[in-house]
């Protein structure tokens, strides 16, 4: 079966037919359905190499991999972002190319992308505050979507997020309203945008509260497993430990829980934990009861819609930038309870 073969099939031009599988704008979504349905059932797929010779484009999406290992981006989540991407990639008859570059030269990365034409478009990762690889390919004048946001960049452009702000404002909330007052916060590196936003939160719900927060109580590092473990045993050799403790990815959180086992508290009873959990498909948080009280956010989703955002910005250039604010879900489960008095 052939693009010629699919469209005296359909009754439709040739041109028309490759348009709706490509998601062009200007074909309504009535056709677009039908010709995709059309190419499901007679096996149809498109050649790509020859797609991309027709229409001038490569095919390709591009990721840019920072080298460094203080880096967000350089951690197991960012597979599952990867595969949800690929999905739509996928669907939507495109490839995928990865790139590594370090930090100090990740602008020459994108400009030879897109200067030797071996990309059509990049997902820009790991968004620090003020990030200068925003300005840097807007002036290129290409297509990119941000995974995040960057606090003090004012230029427009296309971003999916989770709303990390009122997701750590609502678990230092839900923290609060069991009585808790000693509240830790292990987070990310902070200056990553997203570290920045949970941060704000948490000092926002204290705020709030009437409390203030105690920096001895506040943590920034990558988020392995053992720097959640590391913290927290440094923690609870306070003369006023904490009673509540919130991380930033449940990877750390793993490490929460093994020093609170090795120091003979059970999470939940003596110390409550909530963790951020991005659903991995190869860490789930339990099963029918989740293990952590988590903010929950499908990394794998927001990479499906950051590539569906991409496209069509590739498909209409000139469209006004587009995002989307994903809203974290707040999930009870074993790791928190009410306050417990000491003795």
């Excluded at 995709?36 to 991999?65: C, E, F, W």
């Excluded at 620090?128 to 297509?143: A, D, F, H, Q, T």
């Excluded at 991995?280 to 499908?298: C, E």
């Amino acid at each position: 079966m052939n693009l010629k073969q699919l469209s005296e099939i359909l009754g439709l031009s040739q041109t028309t037919v490759s348009r709706a599988l490509n998601g062009y704008p200007e074909v309504n979504e009535g056709t677009r359905i039908r010709v995709q349905a059309a190419a499901d059932k007679h096996g149809y797929r498109p050649n790509i190499r020859a797609k991309g010779l027709a229409t001038g484009r490569s095919m390709v999406i591009g990721h840019v991999i920072p080298t460094s290992s203080r880096h967000e981006m350089v951690n197991p989540i960012f597979g599952d972002f990867v595969a949800g991407a690929a999905r739509t990639y996928a669907e939507k008859n495109y490839n995928m190319m990865f790139t590594h570059a370090p930090d100090t030269s990740i602008e020459d990365s994108y400009r030879s992308l897109f200067s030797r034409g071996a990309v059509d478009g990049v997902v820009l990762q790991g968004p620090k505050v003020n990030e200068p690889r925003i300005s840097v390919l807007s002036n290129m004048g290409v297509p990119f979507i941000v995974h995040g946001r960057s606090t003090g960049v004012d230029l427009p452009y296309d971003w999916i997020d989770v709303n990390n702000q009122r997701s750590f404002e609502r678990a230092t909330q839900f923290l609060i309203d069991l009585g808790h007052r000693r509240i830790a916060l292990i987070n990310g590196l902070e200056e990553m945008d997203f570290a920045q936003r949970r941060r704000n939160g948490y000092m926002a719900a204290l705020q709030r509260a009437g409390f203030t927060p105690d920096p001895a109580l506040l943590r920034s590092a990558e988020m392995t497993e053992i720097y959640g473990y590391q913290t927290v045993c440094d923690m609870l050799k306070l003369d006023d430990p904490p009673t509540a403790i919130l991380a930033s990815s449940i990877i750390s959180a793993v490490g929460v829980r093994r020093a609170l086992e090795e120091n003979g508290l059970k999470m939940g009873r003596d110390i409550s934990v909530i963790a951020h959990d991005d659903e991995l498909s190869y860490m789930r948080n339990g099963q029918d009861v989740p293990i952590f009280t988590a903010t929950r956010s499908s990394v794998r989703r927001a990479g499906e819609l950051a590539a569906e955002m991409l496209i069509e910005r590739i498909n209409a250039p000139d469209d006004p930038p587009k995002s989307c604010l994903l809203e974290a879900e707040l999930v009870v489960g074993n790791s928190t309870g009410p306050v417990r008095q000491r003795l």
